[in-house]
């Protein structure tokens, strides 16, 4: 018995390990390639020293980074597990704005982070109903929620922007200080911190049956549920861990307005998704990676930093980040036909 001709061979081990590095190595080079970009373009625009970047640039990216890549983290483990989240934007501008109501009605720092930290939980759990009970689909649920999350923000601010004490909000302020206390410690502490969430997710991702179990659901949710998998408790596990990612990121949006303002992080969905699809996320769900998602949050903010120093307007940065991320899914799609 003959094979048919246009019947495609198995993949070699050869061609499966070839595969495996350029999609761990992707990242990397993609981040690279800007890097090369704005170098070339500052030569060429007679400004080379805006293509490079100083200690003083990298502490500045790290603390812009900062924001992009907690969320990122949330990110990755909802696109792993075949969903998305449009609404964290949003749910960022709406954390700080409770953040920054409950300094100014005297509650403690303590408080008022975790009322910040909680009410992105419950909008991630709020997300979480609409998927699983309602069996809305992802995107079209958290489309929705981007304006009821963004209406509630502006309505608790009463349409403008909510101040604090200096007194009960200095401790948030620090940090993000780009010059913290202890010097010795180099950068702002919120970076410490993202790369403690970074490490916490990949724990959760790699190392417990939660994590497996979400990208199980992503890779092929027939047989997770056939598998006994508990489909809706895992989706409302991811939508909550984003929702408390979301929070933490208000109270570092507080921190650095020192004001809740409601009006803030319109778009950063698209950095955070970018950021996970640069970093090796499949929007078909079934894979990603912690450490690409965090390269690609270096990219979205290494891009906004260039584009400031270039003196480049807003809307530059948003057509080269919509461009990416066209790329990218292009990408991956190519991968999804090769591997079929």
Same mark, same amino acid.
């Given at each position: ?81 075949? @969903?998305?989240?449009?609404? !964290?934007?949003?749910?960022? &501008?709406?954390? $700080? /704005? *409770?953040? +920054?109501? %409950?300094?100014?009605? =005297? ?39 981007? @304006?009821?999350?963004?209406? !509630?923000?502006?309505?608790? &601010?009463?349409? $403008? /922007? *909510?101040? +604090?004490? %200096?007194?009960?909000? =200095? ?39 939660? @994590? ?129």
């Amino acid at each position: 018995m003959t094979n048919h001709p246009n019947a495609s061979a198995p993949s070699s081990p050869r061609t499966i390990a070839a595969s495996t590095l350029l999609r761990a190595l992707g990242p990397l080079l993609g981040l690279t390639a800007v890097v090369l970009f704005f170098w070339i373009v500052g030569h060429l625009t007679g400004k080379p020293d805006q293509g490079l970047v100083s200690f003083a640039d990298i502490r500045l990216i790290s603390l812009q980074t900062a924001i992009v890549a907690i969320v990122a983290m949330g990110m990755t483990l909802v696109i792993a597990s075949g @969903g998305i989240d449009l609404s !964290v934007g949003s749910g960022v &501008a709406l954390a $700080s /704005v *409770v953040c +920054a109501l %409950a300094l100014k009605h =005297g509650h403690s720092t303590s408080v008022a982070v975790l009322a910040a930290v909680g009410t992105g939980v419950i909008s991630g759990l709020y997300n979480a109903f609409l998927i699983t009970l309602l069996r809305l689909p992802p995107f079209i649920a958290t489309l929705g929620t981007l @304006g009821v999350f963004r209406g !509630v923000s502006i309505w608790l &601010a009463s349409g $403008s /922007v *909510v101040s +604090a004490p %200096a007194e009960t909000g =200095g401790p948030l302020y620090a940090i993000v200080s780009t010059s913290p206390t202890p010097a010795w410690i180099v950068f702002a502490p919120a970076v410490w911190g993202m790369i403690g969430v970074v490490a916490i997710t990949a724990l959760i991702m790699h190392r417990t049956v939660f @994590g497996r179990r979400a990208v199980a659901i992503g890779s092929n949710p027939v047989a997770a549920a056939y598998a006994g998998v508990p489909m809706n408790r895992v989706k409302i596990g991811v939508y909550a861990v984003l929702g408390l990612a979301v929070g933490i990121a208000g109270v570092l949006q507080f921190a650095r307005l020192t004001v809740g303002d409601p009006t803030v992080r319109v778009g950063l969905e698209l950095d955070v998704i970018a950021a996970v699809v640069i970093g090796g996320a499949s929007l078909n769900g079934g894979h990603a990676s912690i450490v690409g998602t965090l390269v690609g949050a270096v990219m979205m903010a290494y891009l906004q930093s260039r584009c400031a120093a270039l003196g480049w307007p807003n809307y530059v940065q948003q057509i080269i980040v919509g461009h990416i991320i066209i790329a990218a899914v292009a990408i991956d799609q190519w991968r999804s036909r090769r591997a079929v």
